[in-house]
C-alpha cells in the first residue's frame, strides 16, 4: 500500500518508475495496442477508487482505440504518454498514470499493513535508501534551540523507521521543530503515522484512514505513545513547509496534523493527491498506477485530493523557512535567560523580519 514518493525506487515507497535508459522503446502492433486498452479498461472499471469515473475512464480509451487515435503512437513509451494524456482528460488524478517499464513485473497483491517487504525487493530498498539516508537530508539545531529537519520522503516504513527515530530523537530537545516537506513526494502512511507519533502525547491518536474500494477495506493509522527514542512531545511549537511540490503521504502527515491542530503549516498550497496506488502490467513494458483507495480524516471527513493542503500562513515556498524560523525565535525568545544570547537572537530576529 503506497501513496507516492520521488525518490529512486523503492518498493512500498514510491509509484514503480524503473529506470527506462536499458533498452529503447520497442515498436507496438496494432494487437499490441489492442490487448492493452482492454486490459487497462478492465483494471479501471474493477480498481480504481470510484467506480463510477473508473467505468468512465474505461469507455473513453476504448472510445480513442475504436477512433484509431493510438494509432499515432509508434512505440510503448508514446502510447503511454498518450494514454495518461487521455486518463487525465476523462478524470483527473495527478496519482494516475500509465508508465514505460521495459520487463515489467507481474502484478502483486496489494499488501497489507502487517505484510512484510518481499526478501527480493528488500536488499535493494535498503541500499537505496541507505545511500538517501531514507530521505532525511538534514537535522540541524538553529539559534535558539530550534530543530530543522528537511525530509525528502517518507520511506517504507519497514526499511526506514530506525533512522526516523534517529532523526527525531535528534531533535527531541529543541524549543521548537521546523519540519520542511517543500521537496517531500511521499511514501509509507505507516512511516507517516511512525514520524507524527514523536509530535504527539501519551494517549493513541487516531490520524487517518484508508478506505480500499475493490476489497471494501479500511485501514486505520494511529500515533504509537510507545515509539522508540526519545519524542518531541505534544506541547512545543511545529512548523511544516510546504510547496507545489508537497505531494500525496507528505501531504498526508501535513493534512492530518494541521486537522488536529498539532502544527502551523508555512509555504504553498500542496499539489493534491490522496489515493493511494497500486501498479497494474498492461502489456510486457507497460504498468498502469491506478489508485485503488481514498483518504479519511476523521475530523474534517475529507482529503485534500484536486486541492491541496492550504496552509495557515501562505507565502512562497522559497520564504518560508526564513518564515517559520522568525516565528520560532519569537517564540522561544521569552524563555532565553541569557542576555547577550538574548541580544544575538533578537538581533537575528530583526534580520529574518527584514528578509521578509
Known amino acids: 500500500m503506497i501513496l507516492c514518493l520521488a525518490v529512486p525506487p ?7 518508475r524503473p529506470a527506462v535508459t536499458a533498452q529503447p522503446s520497442r515498436t507496438l502492433s496494432a494487437a499490441d495496442k489492442a490487448a492493452a486498452v482492454d486490459l487497462l479498461a478492465q483494471r479501471l472499471a474493477d480498481k480504481y477508487v470510484f467506480a463510477d469515473d ?9 472510445a480513442h482505440w475504436r477512433n484509431g487515435d493510438y494509432e499515432q503512437a509508434a512505440t510503448d513509451a508514446q502510447f ?5 494524456t487521455h486518463l487525465q482528460a476523462a478524470h483527473p488524478d495527478k496519482h494516475l498514470s500509465i508508465r514505460y517499464v521495459p520487463n515489467a513485473p507481474p502484478d502483486r497483491p496489494r499488501p497489507s499493513l502487517t505484510q512484510g517487504v518481499p526478501a527480493e525487493m528488500r536488499q ?14 538534514k537535522v540541524e539545531r538553529l539559534p535558539g534551540n530550534i530543530m530543522y529537519l528537511k525530509l525528502n520522503g517518507f520511506f517504507e516504513a519497514e526499511i526506514g523507521k530506525a533512522a526516523a527515530t534517529a532523526a527525531m530523537s535528534l ?4 524549543k521548537a521543530m521546523i519540519i520542511d516537506l517543500r521537496d517531500n513526494r511521499g511514501g509509507d502512511p505507516r512511516m507517516v503515522a511512525h514520524m507524527a507519533s514523536y509530535l504527539l502525547g501519551d494517549k493513541k491518536v487516531h490520524l487517518s484512514d484508508i478506505y ?6 479500511t485501514n486505520s493509522f494511529w500515533s504509537d505513545p510507545a515509539v522508540p527514542g526519545a519524542r518531541f512531545g505534544a506541547d512545543k511549537p511545529v512548523y511544516v513547509l510546504t510547496s507545489g511540490e508537497t505531494f500525496s503521504a507528505a501531504e498526508d502527515f501535513t493534512y492530518n496534523l494541521q486537522a488536529i491542530k ?3 503549516v508555512i ?4 499539489g493534491g493527491g490522496a489515493h493511494p496506488i497500486q501498479p497494474f502490467r498492461i502489456d510486457p513494458n507497460l504498468v498502469a498506477v491506478i489508485p485503488v483507495g481514498r483518504s479519511i480524516n476523521l475530523i474534517t471527513k475529507g482529503d485534500w485530493e484536486g486541492t491541496g493542503v492550504k496552509p495557515d500562513i501562505a507565502v512562497a515556498a522559497d520564504k518560508a523557512l526564513t518564515k517559520a524560523n522568525a516565528l520560532a525565535l519569537r517564540q522561544v525568545l521569552p524563555t532565553i535567560d541569557n542576555p547577550h544570547e538574548r541580544s544575538t537572537l533578537e538581533q537575528q530576529l530583526v534580520e529574518l523580519e527584514r528578509a521578509l
Open 262 to 264: 498539532r502544527i502551523t
Open 10 to 16: 523503492t518498493a512500498g515507497a514510491q509509484e514503480p
Open 267 to 270: 509555504g504553498e498550497t500542496t
Open 124 to 137: 535493494r530498498m535498503t541500499e537505496v535508501g541507505q545511500y538517501l539516508n531514507f530521505a532525511f537530508e
Open 212 to 217: 480500499f474500494r475493490a476489497e471494501n477495506e
Open 80 to 84: 503511454a504518454d498518450l494514454l495518461t
Open 171 to 174: 531533535a527531541a530537545n529543541g
Open 54 to 62: 473508473g467505468n468512465k475512464m474505461a469507455a473513453a480509451v476504448r
